[in-house]
């Protein structure tokens, strides 16, 4: 059997995929608070940092996805899913589809936010945008987050 790339090491990069999608869930959690406050008036330095925090762990965890995605697609799509569990197939299509999509909101949250001057009445209308994007993007990694759970308790790389 042939190797493949990164398989020798896909499981110690699916370890820090899942490391850095729960601080990019944890970050969008904590950026929504931040933004529900700021709409009261309130101003949290800490915006500033979960945005960026989220757009880079979630970058991060995008790029350590695509690493793992040869094994997984030859290893466990192909050898197991594609014949024994089709619908099982779909529900990881959906999954990377969502994260290609969420990829761009989280990092524009980051970019807009650094625009922001919270204490200015006349910019609330962005941070009613950054919420929405915040949750667009807090919406698919908990998708994503239980997709790959439970693809994980069927088969794993």
Not at 126 to 149: D, E, K, P, Q
Request: charged share 15%.
């Amino acid at each position: 059997m042939q190797s493949l790339p990164f398989e020798t090491i896909s499981k110690a990069l699916l370890f820090m995929h899942l490391a850095a999608a729960l601080v990019a869930l944890g970050s969008c959690v904590h950026l929504l608070a931040r933004f529900t406050y700021a709409l009261r008036g309130a101003y949290f330095p800490q915006v500033r940092l979960h945005a960026r925090i989220l757009a880079i762990s979630y970058s991060i965890a995008f790029v350590l996805g695509g690493l793992i995605y040869p094994t997984f697609r030859i290893r466990v799509r192909h050898d197991y899913l594609d014949a024994a569990l089709p619908w099982a197939t779909g529900l990881f299509e959906i999954k990377e589809l969502g994260a290609s999509i969420a990829l761009i909101p989280a990092i524009g949250v980051w970019l807009l936010v650094r625009t922001i001057d919270f204490r200015k009445s006349e910019h609330r209308p962005y941070v009613v945008a950054c919420m929405a994007f915040s949750l667009a993007v807090l919406t698919v990694l908990a998708y994503n987050a239980w997709a790959g759970w439970y693809l994980g308790t069927l088969r794993s790389i």
